[in-house]
């Protein structure tokens, strides 16, 4: 997806679903991945501005669950330093989640293709545009190829900060 900012803002990483929680804390359940990759990178035109990569096992998503604070569903990627964003610039946000270490493969609708599929929670109706402590942002699809756009996918949530 694309997204602009009205304003100058920090750009620090982005929440992201995960698998259903009750089903990362039950034992019972098949690990079907050990560890899951996440590589978020964030583009402006064809300049690549920042890329984080991010493994996560299935005991520090089940950490994660526990922890105070913690939102339903949901985890966080963090740049290793916040970027900053211009405004009424379009930035290319793209989200990767692949497979890590499969211990089990079943059949279904991927949400990726690199071998195994990934199942996990997704949002859908999501806006074009959207205010936050002072902040406008604007969403539209991106001219890049991609499976996921603004008004549904992966990513419920921007962690920014304006500049002031």
């Known amino acids: 997806?694309?997204?602009?900012?009205?304003?100058?803002?920090?750009?620090?990483?982005?929440?992201?679903?995960?698998g259903e929680d009750k089903d990362i804390l039950d034992l019972s359940v098949p690990v079907?991945?050990?560890r899951v990759t996440s590589k978020l990178t964030l583009n402006l035109g064809e300049h690549l501005i920042t890329q984080q990569?991010?493994?996560?096992?299935?005991?520090?998503a089940r950490k994660n669950v526990k922890e105070k604070g913690h939102i339903k569903n949901i985890d966080s990627l963090l740049l290793e330093a916040p970027v900053y964003l211009q405004r009424d610039s379009w930035y290319d946000l793209e989200l990767n989640i692949f497979p890590t270490d499969v211990t089990n493969h079943y059949?279904?609708?991927?949400?990726?293709?690199?071998?195994?599929?990934i199942w996990t929670v997704f949002g859908e109706n999501g806006e074009s545009e959207y205010q936050c402590c002072g902040t406008i942002f604007r969403f539209q699809e991106s001219a890049k190829s991609g499976r996921s756009c603004f008004l549904e996918g992966q990513i419920p949530g921007i962690l920014f900060s304006?500049?002031?």
């Not at 990569?53 to 005991?59: G, K, M, N, P, V």
């Not at 059949?107 to 599929?117: D, K, L, R, V």
């Open 1 to 18: 997806m694309q997204f602009s900012v009205d304003r100058p803002t920090y750009f620090h990483g982005i929440l992201v679903f995960t």
């Open 32 to 34: 079907v991945f050990e």
């Open 53 to 60: 990569t991010s493994i996560t096992t299935i005991q520090e």
């Open 107 to 117: 059949s279904g609708y991927p949400i990726t293709t690199c071998g195994a599929e």
């Open 162 to 164: 304006p500049v002031y």
